[in-house]
């Protein structure tokens, strides 16, 4: 573990230690079916899978909107965790959708987000959705993300309990 | 028959809604009243988004919504087929707590190419609603 407190990088060193953890803790995520796979200061990346019961238009194939709304509420909140030096949680406040193109039937895809502001109690964030590379655009999306206060007596990445 | 309480387009959105495999993973349904519908979103573990407080996952909030919103403008239209979404936008208002969701949607224009449509969902009181979405629709069957 990193234990320099002023490392930028700290929260981000923490989350890629737990990254199985922070796959595996959320229901709905786990019932859709995506994972993070990199976690870099401020900006995560991830795999959504396409599978049958992801669907929104039968005659087509194509995954709905929805499994790709939660794919990038989900990157953007941990992306504003990457982007903090002390451990903090965000909740969503709102967050912006559009559907650049229809998702192809059977291919994955890959989720970008970044949260490029944190100021005291907000964060902001923008994220895309594409096939492969960044120029075959599903989705983008931006998004404010409230900062949880910490909870009274939880545990600092150093073992401290915090008031 | 009351012609006021009887849609025809509501067995089509029950249809539509039972053959898209999404709607079924989520679990919703929808109850039609004449141009008006009520969809609800039965409480399951699976729709959970954080297990230390116990609240539904803004995702599945807003997948429902979208599909509600989706639903309402096919309801209220001579589509032959549901919208297609250009984008939408989620306020996230209250926690969504361990319970059924419900939700309505009003569409603000239907216009030939597009549809303005609002959203929202609560639980236990329709004036605190949990989330609420603005979403646009292409309504042009090209």
Redesign the interface.
């Known amino acids: 573990m990193n234990d320099d407190k002023n490392d930028p990088d700290r929260i981000a060193a923490v989350m890629r230690e737990h990254v199985g953890l922070m796959n595996s803790?959320?229901?709905?995520?786990?019932?859709?079916g995506f994972e993070v796979t990199r976690v870099e200061q401020g900006h995560v990346w991830g795999r959504q899978p396409w599978a049958?019961?992801?669907?929104?238009?039968?005659?087509t194939g194509v995954?709905?909107?929805?499994?790709i709304?939660?794919?990038l509420?989900?990157l953007s909140g941990m992306a504003c965790t990457a982007a903090m030096t002390k451990l903090r949680f965000v909740?969503?406040?709102?967050?912006?959708?559009?559907?650049m193109r229809?998702a192809e039937k059977g291919l994955e895809i890959i989720g970008e987000a970044e949260c490029y502001r944190v100021t005291k109690s907000v964060c902001f964030t923008r994220a895309w959705a594409y096939h492969e590379t960044r120029d075959r655009l599903i989705a983008t999306s931006a998004g404010t993300f409230a900062i949880n206060k910490p909870r009274f007596g939880s545990q600092s990445p150093q073992g401290k309990t915090q008031a | 028959m009351n012609p006021d309480l009887t849609n025809p387009r509501a067995d089509e959105v029950d249809a539509i809604l039972r053959r898209i495999p999404f709607a079924q993973t989520l679990g919703m349904r929808c109850e039609v009243l004449g141009d008006e519908m009520t969809a609800i979103l039965p409480f399951q573990e699976k729709l959970i988004g954080n297990v230390t407080i116990r609240a539904l996952h803004g995702g599945a909030i807003a997948s429902f919504l979208e599909l509600t919103a989706m639903l309402q403008v096919f309801l209220i239209s001579d589509m032959p087929r549901p919208p297609k979404p250009m984008n939408i936008t989620i306020d996230y208002l209250r926690q969504g707590h361990a319970k059924d969701l419900y939700a309505r949607a009003y569409v603000m224009k239907m216009g030939r190419r597009m549809a303005s449509v609002r959203a929202e969902a609560w639980q236990e009181s329709r004036a605190d609603p949990v989330s609420a979405i603005v979403a646009h629709f292409m309504v042009a069957q090209d």
């Open positions: 803790a959320v229901p709905w995520g786990n019932e859709v049958e019961n992801l669907v929104g238009d039968p005659d995954i709905h909107g929805g499994v709304t939660t794919f509420d989900n909740a969503t406040i709102d967050l912006r959708i559009d559907y229809p």
